[in-house]
């Protein structure tokens, strides 16, 4: 590895260890409920490694539990995970035209919303190898809290699992304030997204993986509408 | 379908998802228009993940307002990401002890 590329993946790790500690909170319970859906350690441990999504497998879990349709399976999963085929357009704007294939192919696999944040938030051009250095302890920290979860739901403390699930979010906070607070578009955009979101949930017919979908194209279409980025803010 | 069959098919859809665009733009985009709303796409994103689930993340929404509050002020002080995850997670097991 470069020096360059080593100091990317180093750097990767420092800022996947917090994601991975969340992960570990969130998937845990995802865990249990796996057990409760019928799913072996095995099953959900593996579901956990090939798919690194929370509300998705959740979703999943649930689908499987009811015997679900193919049809069903496929049409839910890319609703509930719209959202990556957004955040995968945002982040190929990142890259180097240069990337090769077959890492393209490799950070696919990456694109978590966590591990998106911290991509997007990287300065100037993404070396994918920064994503996989956060992917490399952010993946096995979700499937090892899936694992625990299914074979020792109590093994923590209630209060200690519950007070770690805040953690992503506090992550999500830091990555968008500080861009905020210098611009009072992004800092608009910000405060309208939590509104509506907030007013989406009182909404029984919208799953939380919809709304966030319709707010994130709703907004972000009104926004560049009416506020165009000049060319220096690029994404 | 075995389990097996639908977790493999869960998991190829997702990573369909990832990695089309990824794989099939390989230009930057000109367009004005797209190159805003994909700018603004991460802020909104994250902001409706997080607001107002994280309120509700512990099971006490007393615990989820002041972690809310306390990652707000850390973020405003541009801490970094570790210091205002950890803070966020150590205010809501202080607060949930109350």
């Not at chain 1, 709703?218 to 560049?224: C, T």
């Amino acid at each position: 590895m470069s020096n360059g590329n080593k100091a990317a993946y180093l750097r990767g790790i420092r800022d996947g260890l917090p994601i991975a500690a969340g992960y570990f909170a969130v998937s845990f319970a995802l865990g249990i409920y796996a057990r409760q859906c019928g799913l072996t350690a095995a099953e959900a441990t593996l579901s956990s490694l090939l798919t690194n999504a929370s509300a998705g497998e959740y979703q999943g879990f649930k689908m499987i539990a009811a015997q679900s349709s193919v049809w069903m399976v496929i049409l839910m999963t890319a609703v509930i995970n719209a959202r990556y085929l957004l955040m995968s357009c945002a982040l190929c704007q990142k890259l180097s035209p240069s990337v090769p294939l077959w890492q393209r192919l490799l950070l696919g696999d990456c694109v978590t919303d966590e591990i998106f944040a911290i991509s997007a938030a990287y300065p100037g051009s993404l070396n994918p190898v920064y994503s996989y250095g956060a992917f490399s302890v952010a993946s096995p920290g979700w499937a090892l809290g899936t694992l625990l979860g299914v074979v020792m739901g109590n093994v923590l403390p209630a209060n200690v699992v519950n007070a770690l699930g805040v953690g992503l979010y506090g992550m999500f906070i830091a990555i968008i304030v500080p861009p905020a607070k210098e611009n009072r578009v992004v800092a608009g955009v910000v405060i309208l997204a939590m509104l509506l979101s907030f007013i989406a949930s009182h909404l029984s017919f919208m799953t939380d993986a919809m709304s966030v979908l319709l707010i994130t194209v709703g907004l972000s279409a009104a926004a560049a509408l009416l506020f165009p980025v000049k060319e220096e803010e690029k994404a | 379908m075995s389990n097996l069959g639908y977790i493999f098919l869960i998991a190829l859809v997702t990573y369909a998802l990832r990695v089309l665009p990824l794989t099939l733009i390989r230009r930057p985009i000109t367009n004005r228009f797209i190159r805003s709303f994909l700018y603004y796409v991460p802020y909104v994103t994250l902001a409706a993940m997080t607001f107002p689930a994280m309120i509700h993340a512990t099971g006490n929404d007393a615990a989820g307002i002041a972690a809310f509050a306390a990652a707000i002020v850390l973020a405003l002080c541009k801490q970094k990401l570790l210091t205002v995850a950890v803070a966020a997670c150590a205010v809501a097991f202080l607060v949930g002890l109350i």
